[in-house]
């Protein structure tokens, strides 16, 4: 079974602290992915990567950066986290351009006070 | 990206046929109709996808009308466990992004 892991379920943080939020795959998928879901607005896309070192916005990267040093793990990072980024993170993953079928974690829900 | 109207909310009582409709009136030629759905506390996970023919797996069956424009995805003895957020995407094949709507809430009812 495809697992996508996240380091925490749930995480308090205060405004301005640097946060990050590491998601783990353990079925070397090419593509990974950060989204947000927010009451009401679904999922929005953050960022995601089709490949190590490889990074592309999705609709919402303000605020927000993302690390892929290895194939496996990919990072989000809140440079100097606000209280509107309090919110459900997810992380997927798939397999490769012809994947139809994206592997999602449990999500983190941060909160930031 | 095609935009997509979905029922905010649905029930359905147990061991009935549990039918979701989506609207993707401004779905392209190339762009397949993808499901998901989240139940609570979890991440999305898969269900079915297609083109333009009806579609079955093991968990659903999608049906897409002939001129494309809308979809119906068909469970066809619900579950409890089937209660849960269901998401309609229209995405061409093997585009990496995937962008959900609101979805429809489905409830099954004991």
């Known amino acids: 079974d495809v697992k996508v892991t996240q380091s925490s379920r749930y995480l308090v943080k205060r405004t301005g602290e640097k946060v990050f939020l590491e998601c783990v795959q353990d079925m070397d998928h090419e593509n990974m992915f950060w989204y947000r879901q927010d009451p009401g607005l679904g999922l929005r896309l953050i960022y995601f990567?089709?490949?190590?070192?490889?990074?592309e916005k999705g609709d919402i990267p303000e605020g927000y950066s993302v690390s892929r040093e290895k194939k496996e793990r990919f990072s989000l990072i809140l440079e100097s986290a606000s209280t509107n980024q309090t919110s459900m993170y997810l992380c997927?993953?798939?397999?490769?351009?012809?994947?139809?079928?994206?592997?999602f974690g449990p999500g983190t829900r941060l909160t930031v006070t | 990206d095609a935009k997509t109207t979905q029922p905010p909310s649905m029930d359905c009582a147990e061991g009935r046929a549990a039918n979701l409709p989506c609207n993707h009136s401004?779905?392209?030629?190339?762009?397949?109709v993808y499901w998901y759905r989240q139940i609570h506390s979890q991440g999305p996970q898969y269900i079915i996808h297609g083109l333009k023919n009806n579609e079955t797996n093991e968990m659903a069956s999608l049906i897409i009308t002939e001129d494309r424009k809308s979809s119906t995805l068909i469970l066809p003895h619900a579950t409890l466990r089937d209660t849960a957020v269901y998401y309609c995407i229209p995405a061409n094949f093997g585009n990496e992004k995937l962008t959900f709507g609101t979805g429809t809430r489905l409830t099954i009812i004991p």
């Open positions: 990567s089709y490949d190590v070192k490889m990074k």
């Open positions: 401004t779905i392209s030629g190339n762009e397949y």
């Open positions: 997927a993953s798939s397999y490769g351009s012809t994947s139809y079928e994206q592997y």
